[in-house]
């Protein structure tokens, strides 16, 4: 876990210092950073996608797991409660913000694969490389949006701690073809927020969430049938 600790702190350490810089940065130097935010969400979202689909196994699972998770986090309305969660902190852009930064931090091979390492053979040098980068990350991410950022960093531990138990447990049944189909739903989730973010057009990406959950259901599931 001490790669998912180092990383956590990266983030708090970030946004802490991104924080403290945002006093001194004019509104339309923000704007800007709104701009390059969302393109660089947008660009990870189709890089990561694009280059998990070509080695799917089961190109078919992605779509049905977007339209079965969008489906549930429509009915559980997760983007309306999510919104009112954060309001508080700063409306409805710091709400695209903070999704837009859980994503990044969480919704990537890195994040995603490095807890598997850890777990599995004690190597955290993917942890520690994501490290670095949501340090950069989270600087320019609450430069925008203040300091409610350090909260994606309570949610990034929560995930990479859920991965590394499931690894520790489950290690032997998951393969690097499972986490390639949850890399396409994660590209999928990213790009939603760097579209949301350029108001290009409004994205409840936060309804589309339960989708990484749908994956390994259905993963599980054709393994069964198979």
């Not at 919104?83 to 859980?102: E, Q, V, Y």
């Not at 690097?176 to 999928?188: A, T, Y």
Request: hydrophobic share 50%; with cysteine; net charge positive.
């Amino acid at each position: 876990m001490i790669g998912t600790i180092v990383n956590t702190i990266s983030i708090i350490t970030g946004t802490a210092i991104g924080s403290i810089t945002k006093k001194g940065i004019k509104e339309e130097y923000q704007n800007a950073l709104f701009n390059a935010i969302g393109l660089c969400a947008f660009c990870l979202g189709v890089a990561t996608f694009s280059s998990s689909l070509p080695n799917s196994k089961y190109p078919v699972l992605f779509i049905v797991s977007m339209a079965l998770g969008t489906i549930i986090g429509t009915f559980l309305d997760l983007d309306g409660k999510f919104n009112k969660m954060t309001s508080k902190m700063g409306g409805s852009d710091f709400s695209k913000g903070l999704s837009a930064a859980i994503m990044l931090f969480c919704i990537g091979s890195l994040s995603i694969l490095g807890p598997v390492q850890s777990a599995l053979y004690g190597n955290n040098t993917f942890l520690f490389t994501n490290a670095a980068l949501d340090f950069v990350t989270s600087i320019i991410l609450s430069c925008a949006y203040g300091l409610g950022i350090m909260w994606a960093a309570l949610v990034l531990f929560l995930w990479q701690g859920s991965i590394y138990a499931i690894s520790l447990f489950l290690g032997e049944y998951i393969s690097q073809n499972f986490f390639n189909e949850l890399s396409i739903v994660g590209g999928i989730l990213i790009l939603s927020s760097g579209i949301g973010i350029l108001k290009i057009k409004e994205m409840k990406t936060v309804n589309m969430l339960p989708s990484l959950f749908i994956v390994p259901i259905l993963w599980f599931l054709v393994h069964i049938v198979k």
